[in-house]
């Protein structure tokens, strides 16, 4: 991690130097896109952009891209994107769409069980490591994350180790658990939770 923070420093530093001499060869990516979105004096100090970059980095390793629109572009519904705004899929709004998930504002444990066990599809989300178009948590068809079932069977060990041995809490009840940042919700960085051994 030390040495992702020290090249991203020196990459935001040049970037920042170069967009200031206005320089027009700047690579359009994820650190240019981070810079852009800073438009404060307090939002565009290296190290705030540095960590910006790393988090949406790391939380967006599964997620659909951000793509900046480099030309005018209308939909056929008649929508219009002017060239240099940000675009993404909306993952909140599709992943609390009832039209996909029942009660999609409540925890359901077991939203991705089979309920069946006959290994039929009825169309619905059936197992966390599936990829359907409303549901983008392993990345989209074409290039979906290929250690999904790995990541999944290792969260599932540790959330059973957790949950039968471990009592838990916040220690501010009334903290605020996620922020967003576009249409990404992350969990918010500093939550304390407490763990008491059963």
Same mark, same amino acid.
């Given at each position: ?7 991203l ?32 004096k ?7 952009? #540095?960590q ?11 997620? @659909? =891209?951000? /793509?900046k +629109? ?23 709004? #599709?992943?609390?769409d009832?039209?996909y ?6 925890? @359901? =444990?077991? /939203?991705? +069980? ?5 290994g ?29 079932w790995?990541a ?33 919700v ?13």
């Open positions: 991690m030390k040495e992702l923070d020290s090249y420093t020196l990459e935001v530093k040049q970037r920042l130097h170069d967009m200031h001499e206005g320089k027009k060869d700047i690579p359009e990516d994820g650190i240019t896109w981070v810079i852009e979105a800073s438009t404060t307090d939002q565009r100090a290296v190290r705030r952009i #540095v910006q970059v790393i988090s949406v980095f790391f939380a967006s390793a599964h997620q @659909l =891209p951000v /793509r +629109v480099l030309k005018d572009f209308k939909f056929s519904n008649g929508s219009y994107v002017p060239a240099g705004n940000v675009i993404c899929v909306p993952q909140q709004a #599709v992943m609390r009832p039209k998930y029942d009660r999609p504002d409540e925890f @359901l =444990p077991f /939203r991705f +069980v089979r309920e069946h066990g006959d039929e599809d009825d169309g619905a989300i059936q197992k966390f490591t599936d990829l359907k178009p409303h549901f983008y948590l392993w990345g989209a068809a074409a290039k979906p994350c290929p250690g999904r790995y999944s069977a290792v969260m599932q060990q540790f959330f059973v180790h957790l949950l039968t041995n471990y009592n838990f809490k916040l220690a501010d009840p009334n903290a605020s658990l996620t922020f967003t940042y576009t249409t990404i992350f969990p918010r960085p500093g939550l304390e939770v407490l763990l008491q051994e059963r």
